[in-house]
């Protein structure tokens, strides 16, 4: 089984949207039973809080589901998961820093990483964004998630 851990500032919004986005079309291609994902914040301030609800709204409209109570990321999570995924630089040097062996730097990417349209582009955080940041945020976790798919299987 291939494991998955997107990471955004407080997991409110972008990565658990990318962890519901993800599950959906694995599942929606047959290989939902073949990959574990999940979803943290670096950050500390939001911990135990629901996913926003104008994410839980957009995602919604496409057909996702989000059920998703934010959580910090841990360093054990370095070695739990085969690939981690930030969804803006700055968190991706953040993982690197905290990388306690070179191999588990190679862990971490971008979360445009494999994007067609969107790739190695940072995914903005909607929080401030209103309801239209919402909407294009999820074109690039989609476009994203399509993309990791492709890559993983």
Known sequence: MK???FICMANICRSPTLEATLKHLAAVRGVGDQLYVDSCGIGWVRIGQQVDPRSFVEAKKRGIFLDHKSQQFQDCYFEAFDY??????EIVE????RAPHPQHSEKIYLATAFSRKFSNREIPDPYYMGDDGFTRVMDIVVDSCEGILQKLF
């Open 3 to 5: 494991s998955v851990l």
């Open 94 to 97: 953040q993982l690197k820093i």
């Open 84 to 89: 981690l995924f930030a969804v803006d630089q």
